[in-house]
């Protein structure tokens, strides 16, 4: 159950201590607000069809724009038919009639949203990217056209032991899709660098393909290591970014990003790290106070940092006892942005909601979907 994944301090991210910006400094924050149609859009396409392997909820919403439509990419993920009163069955597994799935689509082309999943031997939805045993599974990462195709990284996932923190990521893999198609294509292996799950975020600039990774950091949050690969997809030759601010094949060499100063940078499991203008934005969580549900920004001149410091720019209302769910147990995490959907000046960031308990899920199927907000920038200073 996704519940696992949440309790794991991977949602944390920790602020740096401040330090001047580059010269001239980064743009700078007008207003953010939420994205309604976006939100609703989610909401009515996930109660609207009574079917058994059409999508009611999932999260780390990552994005792809394809030939075929918007390419939403979920990791854990509900199907079923949500009751009228806002609830859905328990899952199939604890005798109920919801299906559970590690990972899925949703393809939003022109003539509407299609959920999109893959199957198992008698038929039934199953996850896109199939469990590898029984004690792994796969949850997906960011994602990039190559071709016609659409390639999506996933992490492979695995218990460590009986309790609900005995998780543990086993290496990337980046699986091609024809969008809409439920199966991969193809599945390559990514190279490894111990403890660090890549594909949190692909940003594509000229030539290369940059590739960050994070790292489980024992006090909370994550560092984050950088790779780039020349050409359209991953499977050439990696480089990696190094503590004196170069590119070495070494994967040995593989530095942590920093913030200000050379401090320490730390952010959520899922994040990314896109161009804008002379800039690049990292969007992040907050990570000094456990399930915080603040978006954080900060800013660097290359991809490979240093970054500003993160700033706070959205608190997720629907998060905490006094959120829009009155319930301690709805967090808010894993904010992340959509470059392909924005208008030059804004970024559209997404973030997930869900539930430290079980059953508030079920109770309340609405609470487990993405939602949107809209960031306006200012130019940045001269």
């Known amino acids: 159950m996704r519940v696992l994944r949440l309790l794991v301090p991977a949602v944390l991210c920790a602020l740096v201590p401040s330090a001047a910006a580059p010269a001239g400094g980064p743009p700078g924050v007008v207003s953010v607000r939420p994205l309604t149609a976006l939100d609703r859009a989610f909401a009515a396409y996930a109660e609207r069809t009574p079917a058994p392997d059409h999508w009611t909820g999932g999260d780390s919403t990552y994005s792809v724009r394809t030939p075929a439509g918007e390419l939403w990419v979920f990791s854990d993920t509900f199907l079923g038919t949500i009751r009228p009163d806002g609830s859905r069955s328990p899952v199939t597994g604890d005798g109920g009639t919801t299906p559970f799935l590690h990972n899925s689509f949703v393809l939003w082309g022109p003539a509407g949203p299609r959920t999109v999943t ?9 996850s896109v990217v199939p469990e590898p045993d029984a004690g792994s599974w796969y949850w997906a990462r960011a994602g990039v056209m190559e071709g016609r195709e659409a390639a999506v990284v996933y992490v ?25 198609r439920g199966r991969p294509r193809s599945l390559t292996p990514l190279p490894a660098v111990p403890r660090v799950a890549w594909g949190a975020w692909l940003e594509r600039q000229g030539r290369y393909t940059y590739v960050y990774g994070t790292e489980p950091d024992g006090s909370g949050g994550h560092h984050v290591r950088l790779a780039r690969v020349a050409g359209p997809g991953l499977r050439g030759p990696w480089a990696y970014w190094t503590a004196d601010g170069r590119w070495s094949a070494d994967p040995a060499r593989a530095a942590r990003l920093t913030g200000p100063g050379g401090a320490p940078l730390r952010t959520s499991d899922e994040l990314s790290v896109v161009r804008h203008g002379a800039w690049y934005a990292l969007v992040t969580q907050r990570a000094d106070r456990p399930f915080s549900a603040e978006v954080c920004l900060a800013w660097s001149r290359g991809p490979g940092g240093p970054f500003t410091r993160p700033r706070p720019v959205w608190t997720a209302p629907e998060a905490g006892p006094y959120g829009t769910y009155r319930d301690a147990d709805v967090i808010a995490y894993n904010p992340h942005e959509h470059p392909e959907l924005e208008r030059p000046g804004e970024l559209v960031v997404s973030y997930n ?30």
């Open 353 to 382: 909601v869900n539930s430290l308990d079980p059953a508030g899920v079920l109770r309340r199927a609405a609470v487990y979907r993405p939602r949107f907000v809209r960031v306006v920038l200012r130019p940045p200073a001269r």
């Open 118 to 126: 893959g199957r198992d031997h008698a038929g039934r939805p199953a």
């Open 156 to 180: 492979r996932y695995a218990r460590t032991g009986p309790g609900p923190l005995d998780v543990a990521a086993r290496g990337s893999v980046l699986a091609r899709f024809t969008p809409g």
